[in-house]
């Protein structure tokens, strides 16, 4: 299994501040990766995949880099709506067992 | 719009069996692979099961092998997971999700359900 670690667990930031969270995979996934953020009581919504590709509708600020086993999501200047949980997502494995990692919340300092 | 829309959770007894069924709108349900993925409470996520458009094809997360089995209808555009033998540890939030990319089965999910909560408790 590829287990996915994510960095760090919490992280504070004042609004209007860049934001860097990273994922680490125990193995490559090249670029099958993929950032949500999940807020109290939603369910998860795609923000990245293919570990740099924003999905519809998601603003610039939010970009992903990286390949193999180190990605990065960046918010550039955060948002009072940035604040929640984030999770990456490997979907490299055939047969499908897709993982995720354990999350990073990012709070308002 | 595209929607999902999560049914069926609920309280059941260690052993229980319990369906959900995910009722999708908007797009072309049998083009699309699709997934649940289950968050227990305060925890991450995990991926539990797969399945291609067509249906011919299944998935399956090792904690939930051999007791779990996901299905589709794509002529009701609803897609299924019965659960069988049920655990304390499947207490969690289930959803339904949608692959991105239309017949491949791998890739990130663009479509979320609300999510069906199932309590496994005696």
């Known amino acids: 299994e590829i287990v996915m670690t994510q960095s760090p667990a919490t992280l504070s930031v004042s609004p209007g501040e860049r934001a860097t969270l990273s994922c680490r995979a125990s193995?490559?996934?090249?670029?099958?990766l993929a950032w949500y953020q999940q807020k109290p009581g939603q369910a998860p919504r795609l923000l990245i995949y293919?570990?740099?590709t924003r999905a519809t509708g998601i603003p610039a600020r939010f970009s992903g880099s990286g390949s193999g086993t180190e990605f990065t999501l960046t918010i550039s200047s955060l948002q009072s709506e940035d604040f929640a949980v984030y999770y990456c997502?490997?979907?490299?494995?055939?047969?499908?067992?897709?993982?995720f990692g354990q999350g990073t919340k990012l709070e308002i300092k | 719009e595209v929607q999902l829309l999560e049914s069926g959770g609920g309280l059941v007894q260690p052993g229980g069996s319990l369906r959900l069924s995910c009722a999708a709108s908007?797009?072309?349900?049998?083009?699309?692979?699709m997934s649940w993925v289950r968050q227990a409470p305060g925890k991450g996520l995990e991926w539990v099961s797969a399945?291609?458009?067509?249906?011919?094809?299944?998935y399956y997360a090792d904690s939930v092998k051999g007791r779990f089995t996901i299905s589709r209808d794509n002529s009701k555009n609803t897609l299924y997971l019965q659960m069988n033998s049920l655990r304390a540890e499947d207490t969690a939030v289930y959803y339904c999700?949608?692959?991105?990319?239309?017949?491949?089965?791998?890739?990130?999910?663009?479509?979320w359900g609300q999510g069906t909560m199932v309590t496994v408790s005696s």
């Open positions: 908007g797009f072309t349900f049998s083009s699309y692979a």
């Open positions: 399945i291609s458009g067509s249906g011919g094809s299944t």
């Open positions: 293919g570990a740099s």
């Open positions: 193995q490559s996934v090249s670029s099958n």
């Open positions: 999700a949608k692959r991105i990319q239309g017949v491949i089965i791998t890739g990130a999910f663009d479509i």
């Open positions: 997502q490997q979907y490299n494995n055939w047969p499908p067992k897709d993982t």
